[in-house]
């Protein structure tokens, strides 16, 4: 069973920048898509970010665009650098692994049920 433990959120003035990290519990982790998505309260968990399984492609969400990066190290710690942070920015991130799939890795994964493996959460409040 994969885990995941995200971390690197906090309280942030708008304009602020902030960097979550996943860590992965298994070596093999390098073969698997990442994905970031966040949950505002009362809103449904929503699409941020996507990398594919061996790092070539990267997807955003239109609402981020420009100002989020998505990244992996050798290490298998997968990165969402997020920078110009906004109030509506706010919610709890959650990354999200994806194991291989000829379905799946021909496109991104925007949606959440196209992900195996789920962390628990590192909250991200964006202050006017």
């Known amino acids: 069973q994969v885990q995941l433990v995200e971390s690197g959120g906090g309280l942030v003035q708008a304009g602020g920048s902030l960097r979550l990290s996943c860590a992965p519990s298994?070596?093999?982790?390098?073969?698997?898509?990442m994905g970031w998505f966040r949950q505002a309260p009362g809103k449904e968990r929503e699409f941020v970010a996507a990398?594919?399984?061996?790092?070539?492609?990267t997807h955003y969400a239109d609402s981020v665009k420009g100002r989020f990066t998505i990244s992996r190290d050798n290490n298998k710690n997968t990165y969402l650098q997020m920078i110009a942070l906004k109030p509506e920015d706010t919610g709890v991130y959650y990354c999200?692994?994806?194991?291989?799939?000829?379905?799946?890795?021909?496109?991104?994964?925007?949606?959440?049920?196209?992900?195996?493996?789920w962390g628990q959460g590192t909250q991200v409040t964006v202050s006017s």
């Open positions: 999200a692994a994806g194991r291989r799939s000829a379905a799946l890795d021909i496109r991104p994964r925007r949606e959440p049920n196209e992900y195996d493996y």
């Open positions: 990398l594919n399984w061996n790092g070539a492609a």
């Open positions: 298994t070596r093999t982790f390098t073969t698997y898509a």
